[in-house]
């Protein structure tokens, strides 16, 4: 059918089934096609879809209701459909080819179509083999077998160009993710692909006392983590997070012991000498202490730290700051 004028004339139909299944434009979206329409009046080379004899809208649900809003002109072709499923197959195809989609929102739309291949498996549950035709197996509750629902996922994949592990995925979290995980997956972008999605509402689901194969507890900080988040010697019973902390308070602790007892080498040496090294003694003690001092205060304030660590450092310090005390009030 060709494309013909509307001039508000007559209204379209809204099926509420076939517009959910449509993602919803973001805020920003729908505002940038709203001015475009406003200001620049429908285009007749892109119709509204209405489904022939039945009056239905198809395709352009947006751009119908702004039309009707700012009482705007639009244009309408009227195709024809042999039912419901071929106009649900006719707009899951459309936004899978003008969308530029990641892969959770392709897998999300074509999860939209099980409710198509379902019905269709459910026509042919009498498979031919052979020279006879044999039932498809079911469980015993009744549902399709683990065999055909690899299949499902396998042809959901095909249709939306990911694979049927990606979907299998996209199911895991679409049904026990939470919404801000889903919000995550659908936005895409670093950090936020299905895989790593799927592995932290699948850590979620395991008991707290159970490790997953793959994956390990740390002692120090008591996440569970990936094997690979896991330095490759020692008994890796810290992540390379905590390992790397670990080593360098280690350091920094050596460095600042090795520093109070070069106050302690200076105090000694100053008996034998005072009077000759007393003044430079005493201006070389102030600069190590200050030194020390505003170092540890520097790394307290920029560097990550765990408390009670840092307070057994200090509680060692200030044994050996006694110790320094004492060799001077004994000189």
Known sequence: MGVMENFLSKEIKIDEEFKSILFPLSAEDYKHLEESLVN??????????????????????????????????????????????????YILRMQLGRRNLNAFQRNNIALRYQKIISAKARQKQATYHGNQYKKVDLDPHGSKSKTNSINTNEELGKIAGTSRNSVMRTKAILRDGTKEQKERARKGGKGNSISKIYDEVMMAKKPKDVIPDGFRRCNKCGKIKKEDEFPNTGSKTYCSKCKNEVSYSSKQKAKGLGDLNKVAVMVKSSKTNKQSAESETKQEIKDVTSRFTNNLNWLIKEKPFNKKDIIRILDDLIRKIQEVKTNVEHS
């Not at 879809?49 to 002109?73: A, S, T």
């Open 40 to 89: 620049n009046g429908f285009s007749k080379a892109f119709p509204l879809v209405v489904w022939k004899g039945q009056n239905i809208l198809v395709d352009g649900h947006n751009r119908y209701e702004i039309c009707k809003k700012h009482n705007i002109p639009f244009y309408t072709s009227e195709e024809e459909f042999a039912d419901r499923d071929a106009v649900i197959d």
